[in-house]
């Protein structure tokens, strides 16, 4: 029986619904509530009590940094978890959301492993008591719990502050920051799409609003289907828009099994309208240079 009760915030319905099976089936103590942007989250925060919230930052109405400043001011959620799960990794947005109080910092795309050891991070020995409490009705794979029981029993490691070098999401992966955005070669638009354990090198084929298609050499390590996935693309002016979406296709450019080229189509999950817009002007200029 689910003891704790943690709010999962992201405007992605496919990015919540990551996170709240992750959380189903590693800690089954933990019962979710979901909110598709900061406002509504801030609306049942005041009519309800939880325990952990786990957040994008940017969002339609109210974005996961207004939120986290909204929730420190309230007493009864002065000291709650927060943890920001985002794909804007730079230095200076990391240190933002420390000096507001967000109690760990996350990097889309984030692999279950480091989204659960973020949670066993920052709700240490509450969620140890509760599972104990419910030992005997967990439901969870058993190397889960071991790993949760061994993090449990380990040092705390300081947040990143303004002094120190932050190192964004739970795995080595690249932050927004040293990634490589989509940029146009003459006619060709390379992008650097990146994933929980990987960086993928490739070439814009195509591209909409529902999705891009891009060529990368074989050499390379590919991600599975449905694995999440973050395009950081170039906008103009310096400025980026990083897409959140997840591999919807896999396939050989050739018909020959020694091919060197693979064709990955990411399916965008973004609902915000801004990064719709930032979206619609790429693609308007990537249509226009290939004319």
Known sequence: MATLKALVVDDASFVRDLVKRTIRQRFPVIETTDAQNG??????????????ILCDWEMPEMSGLELLQWMRQ????????????????????????????????????????????????????TLKTAMDQNGKSMAGPTDALKESAALLTQKREPLPTAATQPAPGASAQPSAEGSKPAVSKGSMSLASIRFAESTLRSAV?????????????????????????????????????????????????????????????????????????????????????KR
């Not at 007493?75 to 990391?94: A, C, L, N, W």
């Open 39 to 52: 406002r509504r989250a801030q609306s049942l925060m005041s009519r309800a009590s939880f325990d952990l």
């Open 74 to 125: 309230q007493p009864q959620y002065e000291k709650v978890p927060f943890i920001m799960i985002t794909s804007r990794g730079d230095k200076d947005h990391v240190i933002e959301a420390v000096k507001e109080g967000v109690s760990e910092y996350l990097g889309k795309p984030f692999s279950p492993e480091g989204l659960s050891k973020k949670i066993i991070k920052v709700m240490g020995g």
């Open 205 to 289: 084929k195509d591209i909409n609003l529902t999705e891009v298609r891009v060529i990368a050499k074989r050499e390379q390590a590919f991600p599975g289907i449905l694995d999440q996935a973050v395009v950081d693309i170039e906008i103009g002016d310096g400025q980026m828009a990083r897409l959140n979406g997840y591999v919807h296709q896999l396939q050989a450019v050739d018909k020959r099994q020694d091919t060197d080229f693979v064709s990955v189509t990411i399916r965008f999950v973004d609902e915000d309208p801004k990064k719709l817009e930032d979206l619609s002007r790429f693609v308007a200029r990537f249509r226009a240079g």
